[in-house]
């Protein structure tokens, strides 16, 4: 008899439209080869021209999910998204402080600049989830915000100080920067690696953050070092990308192609 499947758990929002949450967490898990399961912390209205309500599972609700799926699953890595309280943030770092791995993507800063999280809750994150991550993965606003320096300051140094935070390293996502390059910086106590990409001109780009953060669980799940989860995470982003700029899901923003690898092709 072989060992317990390997599982990586994703502990975020539904996302109806399919391109972000746990949604595209699971897709994401699915295609690279790993069970999946999913614990939901809220419940959206949305599509893929915005976000029209939020409605939050309650706590004894979240409790529940994570105590069976811990108590039941081998779970290998976990993936955290969005939290929208204080309370869930504190139940969610209690209950993961035992996981072999745990990405946090720490969902504050919409695309379009907006505060998704009233201040305590991104006060709860930074405080009391951040320092439990091996991998945090902020955007340069969410950077801005867990930091207090602008979004524009030296990649470098943005990055010292969210390792300064507590995490055991950090992965600053350059998707929302200019120019013609999207590069991510990894920073733990070692050092810092550069992972270099085009950026690729596309409208679809919902469910960025949630794939890429997925990603690197799934490969840390499979039992690769960091920076081979996170070299082979931003490689899979890259084709989900390039395929969806091809394809039309919904009247807005639509979702990176999850299943490119499952198609076969990378568009």
Not at 58 to 79: I, T
Not at 84 to 91: E, Q, T, Y
Not at 164 to 186: E, F, N, Q, R, T
Request: charged content about 20%; hydrophobic content about 45%; some cysteine.
């Amino acid at each position: 008899m072989t060992g317990r499947e390997p599982v990586v758990l994703t502990v975020a929002g539904s996302d109806p439209s399919g391109g972000a949450g746990i949604q595209a967490d699971l897709k994401t898990a699915t295609a690279l080869g790993v069970y999946a399961a999913s614990v939901v912390t809220a419940v959206t209205v949305q599509d893929t021209t915005g976000v029209r309500a939020v409605h939050e599972v309650p706590l004894d609700v979240v409790r529940g999910q994570l105590e069976a799926v811990l108590g039941d699953l081998d779970v290998r890595a976990v993936k955290v998204g969005m939290l929208g309280s204080p309370a869930l943030v504190g139940l969610v770092a209690e209950l993961l402080a035992d996981v072999p791995a745990l990405v946090v993507d720490p969902v504050m800063v919409s695309t379009s600049g907006h505060r998704l999280l009233p201040e305590d809750a991104e006060a709860a994150v930074r405080d009391l989830l951040v320092p439990r991550a091996t991998l945090v993965t902020p955007n340069l606003p969410e950077a801005s915000v867990l930091t207090g320096l602008a979004a524009q300051t030296d990649p470098g140094e943005l990055g010292q100080a969210l390792l300064a935070l507590g995490p055991g390293a950090v992965l600053l996502k350059g998707g929302h920067g200019d120019g013609p390059a999207s590069d991510d910086l990894l920073v733990d106590r070692r050092g810092s690696t550069w992972f270099r990409a085009a950026r690729i001109d596309t409208p679809h780009t919902h469910g960025t953050g949630c794939t890429l953060s997925a990603a690197v669980a799934t490969r840390l799940a499979l039992g690769a070092p960091l920076t081979d989860a996170v070299g082979a995470a931003k490689a899979y982003l890259g084709e989900a990308l390039a395929s969806g700029a091809e394809r039309q899901v919904g009247q807005g923003r639509g979702p990176v192609d999850h299943l490119v690898r499952l198609r076969g092709t990378t568009a």
